[in-house]
């Protein structure tokens, strides 16, 4: 299910950004002044590090940016092997009409992980692999502050709303038995939200 939202939104923001290539072209002077199209990456939460890419309109005298966020990592943590990606699509709008400074922005994040767990304890004295998965996915508000033209930083604070799971179902792999794993407690994570402190970098284009 999550995968469909996603392919969609993909297709709706790739559309929409055609549709708003054609438009600019009758006033190519101010979309390259500002250098619309900018690369980069993200560090921080709850993406941990994702590559960024945002696209300034010529919307609202070139104040509308659509942005998209990717990341998939794969790592082992106290042997356990976790493989997660997320996904996050929205819209910025700049007080700036020069795409950049302060903005505001909202967007859908979607997370999907998956671990694969080493001698969990399904039944007394019984050890077994297992593979446990989370999903979730946030509406994001953000208030954010980009700086620069071709090299650029930007730092972005916030909160994202949504259903966030406390516990993961780990499935054993030999007998099909399921034991629920506390997820571990994160300050700042709540099972309705969690806060969004990033900071990036990048070039711009165009």
């Given amino acids: 299910m999550t995968s469909k939202i996603i392919k969609k939104l993909v297709f709706v923001f790739t559309v929409f950004l ?3 290539n054609v438009a600019a072209q009758k006033d ?7 250098k619309p199209l900018r690369i980069g990456v993200k560090v921080g939460v709850p993406n941990i590090i994702t590559a960024n890419a945002e696209y300034v309109t010529p919307l609202l005298n070139n104040r509308i940016a659509l942005a998209v966020d990717y990341m998939s990592l794969s790592k082992t943590i106290d042997d356990t092997n976790i493989n997660y990606n997320n996904f996050e699509i929205g819209a910025n709008a700049y007080l700036n009409k020069k795409g950049k400074g302060l903005y505001f922005g909202i967007s859908h994040f979607s997370f ?6 080493t001698e969990v304890e399904f039944q007394p004295d019984i050890y077994e692999d297992g593979t ?3 999903q979730f996915n946030t509406i994001n508000l953000k208030l ?3 700086m620069g033209r071709v090299f650029y930083s930007r730092f972005e604070v916030g909160y994202g709303f949504g259903d966030i799971p406390e ?3 780990v499935t054993s792999k030999t007998s099909g038995q399921t034991k629920l794993e506390e997820i571990p407690e994160i300050p700042g994570i709540s099972k309705s939200g969690l806060p ?3 900071f990036g970098f990048g070039f711009s284009f165009l």
């Fill in 18 to 20: 055609f549709c708003i």
């Fill in 28 to 34: 190519s002077s101010k979309t390259k002044s500002i």
């Fill in 112 to 117: 999907d992980g998956e671990g694969t767990f």
């Fill in 132 to 134: 446990g998965t989370i």
């Fill in 144 to 146: 954010g502050l980009k």
């Fill in 167 to 169: 516990y993961i179902v």
């Fill in 196 to 198: 969004i402190l990033n």
